[in-house]
């Protein structure tokens, strides 16, 4: 149904930066929330960030208030998270997830209400 493709991860020294970008060529995003979780061994999987569907409400964690930026561009049916000042910490992959939500900024605590999930990208933050 619909299939969510993540890129931009990769290798990163301790305050670089990086993109992830999330989209599907197949149906629109119009009508979900979008969310970003990351998942380590050592952390679980923690909920980064969301943004509404209309694109005008947003949620981060604490551990990357400041420092991440969610965005998405309805005309190429994209959403992105800037990552700056990268920390080592921030290690992890990094899942592009959907959530049918319209008028409402879905919770970043219950990754499992969001009905897909691409299939994630690694993400490390490395001296």
């Known amino acids: 149904q619909l299939q969510l493709v993540e890129t931009g991860g990769g290798l990163v020294q301790p305050g670089g930066s990086l993109t992830l970008s999330c989209g599907t060529s197949?149906?629109?995003?119009?009508?979900?929330?979008i969310g970003w979780f990351r998942q380590s061994p050592g952390k679980g999987r923690e909920g980064v960030s969301v943004?509404?569907?209309?694109?005008?409400?947003?949620r981060y964690a604490d551990s990357v208030k400041g420092r991440f930026t969610i965005s998405r561009d309805h005309a190429k049916n994209t959403v992105q998270l800037q990552m700056n000042r990268l920390k080592p910490e921030d290690t992890g992959v990094y899942y592009c997830?959907?959530?049918?939500?319209?008028?409402?900024?879905?919770?970043?605590?219950?990754?499992?209400?969001?009905?897909?999930w691409g299939q994630g990208i690694q993400v490390t933050v490395s001296p």
């Open positions: 943004i509404s569907s209309s694109g005008t409400a947003t």
């Open positions: 197949r149906s629109t995003l119009d009508n979900y929330a």
């Open positions: 997830a959907a959530n049918f939500a319209v008028g409402i900024i879905p919770s970043l605590d219950i990754p499992y209400e969001y009905e897909y």
